[in-house]
């Protein structure tokens, strides 16, 4: 049994409005004792935070706090995370600063407003997943340009100098201002960066509940102290009046209408993304816990229009005050929502601190913030996907341009990828190795193409240069692992085929991808290709699809071929085991050998599978399981002769199995219209090894006889007698199997359970023992009444006489 989904945070007693309230009160109290210290730890963090963002943005401090405060309260209370902090953040300082200085703080502020009314749209409207959808290479550039825009900039004030208008100019003004450096405030920037990076690496001997405390806070309140107490000449923090007083309407734009609603919907959707993307973090973080990604949309908006009204900076989910959140402990929203309420309480009561504070210690906090957004980690993974190209692009967009055209061109970069992976076969002609090289990957003297991707109209000229070439009269193998194959792509393709082999050469087309040219061929002749809807894996397909198809389609010659081993010729026609054999070399051999690696000093495989014979029953197919995972047995009709019958062959595999190697689970798997069954049910006796054999199953015909509750259940599910027999035999071989020695103390110290299957061959699908029936395999709960009726197929590919 399963253990219970644990229940979001976020979750209430439903009910009447009396028990919902109720309810509410009770989670309250239960989650106080959590919230409360979380909520305490992130307003220590977010003080600190919001200052810098908003000296970065070049916003009158007071806005920080506001929007810290809005943030928690507001986009807390009606956000769709239950753990997601918000408040100001990094990733819109650059935005911001650029409305300010374009349009004053006035018109930022109603900038801000309208982002917010916006989103709320966003919200209202369910666009919130269409956000997700933007390439994460874009999102990440835009975050690491903005921090190496905000590094670049608040290193000049690190090294006691002033930043400069523009990246590039920053940049180049920098060599001269690390030489230049001086001072008590360059020393204060640097002493910041380093507590911030060193407090992370303490030492285990440190006590935890030093480590607890937050770097920034600490960082900034020491330096503040040490700044006030030797009395440092250091430029420090002005407000310019408390909080209360800096709260003021904003002002309407009367210019430049067409700049301010790229102003707004600039700040809308990258306030969005970020905070669905942090918020999607955050769910990851906290098991359980799922966000109504279109509430929260809601609640980012209400938050950036009442920011906006007070005079504070724009909002988004916050990324590190949320991890802060989740790693002290806060369970609800009740803890973002606390922290808001701290931050009030200091904006008004303890305001006049914060103007102790040296602007080089806020100078010095936001270049480690701005280097944390360029994430190596990111970095790696993108260049695996191979969309490093279009997070470098973004970043020189962002820092050297603007942050806008970066992430347009970004996007651009992004589709102009994808399309091109689309639209872009890789095709590689290998020349032959004869002699040389491994033999199970090349035949001697035979050409190779390998064809992989789309290939369409676009790849047949780089198509048509590879396959020039090959000389005329060689043996060619193209093998195409392609996913769609064009009008122009196949015309080409098989006008070529045809002049190579006018010319002397042979060809054979080895499909490994989707609709391809023989499938092709296939539909338009009306052959096998019409009855299914298109090409499987070549391991969940008999070779009669994969090689006889090529036979009659390329006729003597294709699928088959002469080859030398060892010096010595050798023919495979007709033979599909070779053929198969050759295929697993060539296509799984170097994927598997990994795994089997791994195995190469011992097995310990989860399951002892008895199963029949029969040349359909697959067990690694049926159970989707690899090597190593299966110890299998096979024999005609499954059968498990332990008791008075013992057979050794069986019973040594089940005492390897329990004492060996201490498989957990025992599975017998039965299947429809099994050949052993029917002979079971003819009561076919006779002095040969198979009659002997089937003597054996004696017990379980004897049971159905006498209406065996597995049997009456199939019945009732509409299957015939011998898949009523056959499900009774696997019911009966467990218990024979319970009855051995071994395997009843193995179960009665819980460390063996047993399993009955049912493969339904015409349908392809798997069912369950569970009491006194088989269920289908893919019911959610077993036991809940789950129907077993057998479903017909459309079709049926199998003779009417099962083989055993």
């Not at 790229?262 to 905070?275: L, M, Y």
């Not at 992004?414 to 033999?439: K, N």
């Not at 047949?460 to 769609?484: C, F, H, K, N, W």
Request: proline residues 6%; charged residues 15%.
């Amino acid at each position: 049994m399963s253990a219970p989904a644990p229940t979001p945070p976020t979750s209430a007693a439903s009910g009447p409005p009396g028990a919902g309230l109720s309810g509410a009160l009770t989670s309250l109290r239960e989650n106080i004792r959590y919230d409360l210290p979380a909520s305490l730890v992130v307003f220590l963090v977010a003080v600190p935070l919001s200052l810098g963002i908003a000296v970065a943005s070049d916003a009158p401090l007071t806005a920080g706090l506001i929007a810290a405060a809005v943030g928690g309260i507001v986009a807390g209370a009606l956000g769709g995370s239950a753990l997601q902090v918000s408040g100001p953040a990094a990733g819109l300082t650059v935005i911001v600063a650029d409305l300010v200085n374009r349009f004053g703080w006035g018109v930022t502020c109603a900038i801000t407003v309208a982002a917010g009314v916006l989103q709320i749209v966003f919200g209202f409207t369910r666009v919130g997943r269409a956000a997700l959808a933007i390439s994460p290479a874009v999102v990440h550039g835009m975050l690491a340009g903005i921090g190496v825009t905000i590094v670049l900039g608040q290193l000049h004030v690190v090294l006691g100098g002033e930043q400069q208008d523009g990246a590039l100019a920053n940049v180049l003004a920098l060599p001269g201002q690390v030489i230049s450096a001086y001072g008590p405030a360059t020393l204060l920037g640097l002493a910041v960066i380093a507590i911030l990076l060193a407090w992370p690496k303490l030492p285990q001997a440190v006590p935890s509940w030093v480590k607890g405390i937050p770097a920034p806070l600490l960082a900034v309140v020491a330096l503040t102290v040490i700044a006030s107490v030797f009395a440092l000449p250091v430029e420090r923090v002005e407000i310019g009046g408390d909080v209360l007083d800096a709260i003021a309407l904003p002002i309407l734009p009367t210019s430049d209408l067409g700049g301010v609603l790229v102003g707004v919907f600039t700040v809308a959707i990258i306030a969005s993304i970020e905070s669905l993307l942090s918020a999607v973090a955050v769910d990851r973080m906290r098991p359980g816990s799922q966000t109504n990604l279109d509430r929260e949309l809601v609640g980012q908006g209400a938050g950036n229009t009442l920011s906006g009204l007070l005079g504070g900076l724009p909002i988004t989910g916050v990324i590190v005050r949320s991890t802060t959140n989740v790693a002290a402990g806060g369970r609800t929203r009740v803890s973002a929502i606390l922290h808001g309420v701290w931050v009030v309480v200091f904006s008004v009561a303890l305001l006049g601190l914060v103007q102790q504070i040296p602007m080089a210690v806020l100078a010095g906090l936001l270049v480690h913030i701005g280097a944390k957004l360029v994430n190596v980690g990111h970095m790696r993974e993108l260049h695996r996907h191979g969309e490093l190209p279009v997070y470098v692009v973004t970043i020189l967009g962002v820092v050297f341009i603007d942050l806008l055209t970066g992430v347009l061109v970004g996007l651009g970069l992004a589709l102009l990828m994808v399309l091109r992976r689309v639209v872009w076969a890789t095709i590689e002609v290998q020349e032959p190795q004869s002699g040389t090289g491994d033999p199970w990957r090349k035949e001697g003297g035979t050409w190779h193409v390998v064809v992989e991707g789309a290939l369409c109209f676009l790849s047949v000229p780089r198509l048509s240069r590879r396959l020039a070439q090959i000389p005329e009269g060689a043996d060619v193998v193209v093998d195409l692992v392609t996913d769609y194959l064009d009008h122009a792509a196949y015309d080409h393709l098989s006008e070529w085929e045809e002049r190579h082999r006018l010319a002397g050469g042979t060809v054979r087309i080895d499909e490994v991808g989707t609709m391809g040219l023989v499938a092709r061929r296939e539909s338009t002749a009306g052959g096998p290709g019409d009855r299914r809807p298109g090409p499987v894996p070549r391991f969940l397909s008999p070779w009669s699809v994969w090689q006889a198809r090529h036979d009659a389609t390329y006729g003597e010659g294709w699928g088959h071929g002469h080859h030398e081993h060892d010096g010595h010729a050798h023919s495979d026609d007709a033979d599909p085991i070779l053929t198969g054999l050759r295929e697993y070399h060539r296509r799984a051999a170097g994927l598997v050998a990994p795994y089997l690696s791994d195995l190469a000093d011992g097995q310990a495989p989860h399951a002892w599978f008895l199963t029949c014979s029969d040349s359909r029953v697959v067990p690694n197919v049926i159970t989707s399981s690899g090597p190593g995972d299966l110890f299998t047995v096979r024999n005609v009709g499954n059968l498990a002769p332990l008791g008075a019958e013992a057979d050794d062959s069986v019973g040594a595999t089940v005492e390897y199995a329990l004492d060996a190697l201490r498989v957990p689970t025992l599975v017998v798997c039965g299947h429809s219209g099994c050949g052993a069954m029917q002979a079971v049910n003819r009561e076919v006796t006779g002095d040969s090894a198979l009659g002997r054999w089937l003597g054996g199953a004696a017990e379980s015909r004897s049971r159905w006889a006498a209406k065996h509750p597995v049997g009456e259940y199939a019945r009732t599910g509409g299957w015939g007698d011998v898949d009523q027999l056959a499900m009774v035999n696997v019911a009966v071989q467990l218990d024979r199997l319970a009855r051995h020695p071994g395997v009843a103390t193995a179960v009665d110290e819980g460390r063996v359970r047993l399993v009955g299957l049912f493969f339904d061959i015409p349908t392809a699908r798997m069912l369950v023992l569970d009491g006194d029936r088989f269920v289908p395999a893919s019911t959610d709960r077993l036991g809940a009444g789950a129907s077993a009726t057998r479903a017909e197929p459309e079709t049926t590919a199998f003779p009417a006489a099962p083989a055993l």
